[in-house]
């Protein structure tokens, strides 16, 4: 397939990362952390140095900050209910993803409240909007980084000032930007970073990280096995071990440490400069196309990622996907995208839109192609 | 006889193991042994030479570990 579903998980992997996963599997299979053989030792030291890794990408001080989760959703599941108690209040962006929206709603039977604050091409006033959702009883700010959707960034790094001035933990969503666009905790003042081993940091599905950049840690949401201070029937305070109870994904943790190596070889400016290249390319001979609907200004590096959202006038999304899945072997995402405050946002949410998401491994003929055959389905 | 620097989980003993082996300290990561009448779960660097060194070294990176000790593995 020609594949340019990227937003929901990179396709292809680097050979290094199969390697790995197949190595881990048949070489260092055993659970690590547990046992003093060598195997467990060995896979232990694997896990380790992918947090060693991951960290280095990141700028966090320190690898056991580093928590490995299933996916993105569970990492900011691990933030928002950790952190946020009866009575508290959140502030999101417009265009969050469900994996943010939905454990607040679930949380307001715990007497939790949220506001929206909402996105706008103007910084300043999307500074405002959230300097203005900002209460006395606010206690976490969640935004993400850029739009699964459209593609558009938000201004992280002043958000995350303005929450420091508030002294309010700020959290980010990089599920789409991890890999692709420099990231700094400090810079950022980002206490928490949450993304997925499977998109940007091109690791298999089934891995996710929250990196914690604060002395202030949420309570554990899962609690069991640590393979550490058994005795002890609570659960343990020291990171990693508070937020990873029972076996971990090691062959996942393998690849995704592999993926990570591959982004840091590569560099993410300048995997974000390729992509934006190519997004370019296709914004601008979609944007040629009579019948075909944009919905956000060309990408642009200082101000969006690699992910273009449009529609065919008078066909359905869900159409226009099936079409060129079936006949021109193209794929891509239709309908919401777990985004509707997104939809909502660009007033999208009536018909949905058709994603198109570049990768480190797309290529201009591709590009030329999927062009070519939305020209003739238009 | 070896000495132990015991530590609670896996992960800050492999970071203290790096930070040795920087320093040009060898150590060995090994299951915490039992000791009479106390049984819990960890993990040692057992470091056969400059454990007064690999301790000044550890509580100076703030690399936490619980304690030390003596113990025989041959």
Excluded: W
């Amino acid at each position: 397939m020609i594949y340019f579903d990227n937003g929901a998980t990179t396709f292809p992997k680097p050979p290094s990362v199969i390697r790995a996963m197949n190595q881990t599997m048949r070489l260092y299979g055993a659970n690590p952390g547990r046992s003093g053989h060598k195997m467990s030792i060995k896979a232990s030291e694997l896990i380790y140095d992918c947090r060693v890794n991951t960290a280095k990408l990141f700028g966090a001080e320190k690898p056991e900050n580093v928590i490995f989760t299933q996916n993105c959703t569970a990492a900011l599941n691990t933030v928002i209910k950790g952190m946020l108690k009866s009575g508290d209040h959140a502030v999101i962006s417009s265009l969050e993803h469900n994996a943010v929206v939905r454990p607040l709603e679930f949380m307001k039977k715990q007497g939790i409240s949220f506001s929206v604050a909402d996105f706008s091409y103007d910084e300043e006033e999307t500074i405002n909007n959230f300097r203005e959702a900002i209460r006395s009883n606010t206690r976490l700010v969640i935004c993400t980084h850029a739009s699964n959707v459209f593609g558009v960034k938000l201004p992280v790094e002043r958000i995350g000032a303005l929450c420091r001035i508030y002294e309010i933990p700020f959290c980010v969503d990089a599920a789409q930007t991890a890999g692709a666009v420099p990231i700094s905790l400090s810079d950022s003042c980002i206490d928490f970073l949450c993304t997925a081993g499977h998109k940007g940091l091109y690791g298999p599905m089934g891995t996710g990280v929250l990196v914690i950049n604060t002395e202030k840690t949420p309570e554990s949401m899962i609690q069991g096995g640590t393979g550490s201070l058994s005795l002890s029937r609570e659960q343990p305070d020291i990171l990693p071990d508070k937020y990873e109870s029972g076996t971990p994904n090691l062959p996942g943790i393998a690849g995704l440490n592999e993926g990570v190596k591959f982004v840091i070889s590569k560099n993410p400016g300048r995997i974000m400069k390729s992509e934006i290249r190519l997004a370019q390319n296709l914004y601008e001979k979609l944007n040629g196309i009579p019948g075909v609907e944009l919905y956000a200004p060309k990408p642009d590096e200082a101000k969006s990622v690699a992910v273009i959202s449009f529609n065919i006038n008078g066909m359905d999304c869900e159409e226009v996907a099936r079409t060129l899945s079936e006949r021109c072997n193209i794929a891509v995402r239709s309908g919401l995208h777990c985004a509707p405050l997104a939809h909502e946002s660009f007033k999208t949410d009536d018909k949905g839109t058709v994603r198109a998401v570049v990768s480190a491994f797309t290529t201009q003929a591709q590009v030329n192609y999927f062009a070519e055959c939305i020209k003739r389905l238009a | 006889m070896d000495n132990l620097i015991i530590f609670g989980s896996m992960t800050p003993a492999l970071k203290a193991r790096d930070i040795l082996k920087s320093a040009g300290i060898q150590s060995k990561l090994v299951r915490t042994p039992s000791k009479p009448g106390k049984k819990n779960c960890g993990f040692s660097l057992s470091v056969s030479s400059d454990l007064d060194r690999a301790v000044s070294l550890l509580q100076e990176k703030r690399i936490p570990f619980s304690g030390t000790s003596a113990a025989d593995f041959s």
